[in-house]
């Protein structure tokens, strides 16, 4: 299995402003996935990041809000861009290819407040 | 499109005692369906998964889940709580297995009380 690791683990951030949160992996996957977690919900994807091209974006949300980077197999980044209270969730980045093609796993989450 | 339906948002048990989460799925195709596990203040982890091969699958901590098509169910089950088990549990279901997007039901809190 894959290890997962999340920058930074919370942060507290003023409106009108934009936090970029770090993923990496111990080991080079083939797909990693952005999702977000708004306090008492589920998971909901915000976009796939490929390596080599932009990110693939789900419905209702958009790069000029959430920019995604990919540079290498290992690593990825997620901003919130231009923060609103709204904002404020658990964002969490997934792997998968490590363990076979059906096999995605979670880092612990960035627990983000916007005030 | 897929979709994943978790009946019941809080279930409660006593230590001991049968764990039955409940999860539906829709899809078109044939999918491959998900139970991960999300501790307070925690990321989530892969409790077992379902890829159209054994439809009882076993996962960790005692847990296992069974796939019926004719239901379209995967419920999850665990014959004896413990109190390790409190958690937020979600179904997931993917059309291709994890190369694609996971669907995620709404989750189920279970509450295991002495």
């Known amino acids: 299995s894959a290890v997962i690791s999340q920058k930074p683990s919370r942060d507290i951030c003023q409106r009108g402003t934009s936090l970029t949160i770090q993923c990496q992996v111990d080991?080079?996957?083939?797909?990693m996935f952005w999702y977000r977690q708004q306090p008492g919900q589920s998971l909901t994807l915000i976009a796939t990041?490929?390596?080599?091209?932009?990110?693939?974006?789900e419905s209702g949300f958009v790069i000029d809000k959430f920019p995604i980077s990919r540079p290498n197999l290992t690593f990825s980044t997620l901003t919130v861009s231009n923060m609103s209270p709204e904002d404020s969730s658990i964002y969490l980045c997934s792997a998968a290819g490590t363990g076979g093609p059906v096999e995605q796993y979670f880092g612990p989450g960035t627990r983000l407040t916007v005030t | 499109a897929q979709s994943v339906t978790q009946l019941g948002s809080h279930v409660s048990v006593s230590e001991g005692a049968l764990v039955l989460l409940r999860c539906n799925y829709s899809s078109s195709v044939p999918p491959y369906l998900f139970w991960y596990v999300q501790y307070p203040n925690q990321g989530l982890q892969l409790l077992l998964k379902?890829?159209?091969?054994?439809?009882l699958v076993k996962g960790i901590n005692g847990f296992e889940a069974e796939f019926k098509k004719s239901e379209t169910s995967f419920h999850l089950t665990k014959p004896s709580a413990h109190m390790s088990d409190a958690a937020e549990y979600f179904c997931?279901?993917?059309?291709?297995?994890?190369?694609?997007?996971?669907?995620f039901g709404a989750g189920t809190r279970l509450a295991v009380h002495p």
């Open positions: 997931a279901v993917s059309d291709s297995g994890g190369y694609n997007k996971l669907i």
């Open positions: 080991s080079q996957v083939t797909m």
């Open positions: 990041a490929n390596q080599g091209s932009e990110a693939t974006y």
């Open positions: 379902y890829t159209s091969a054994a439809t």
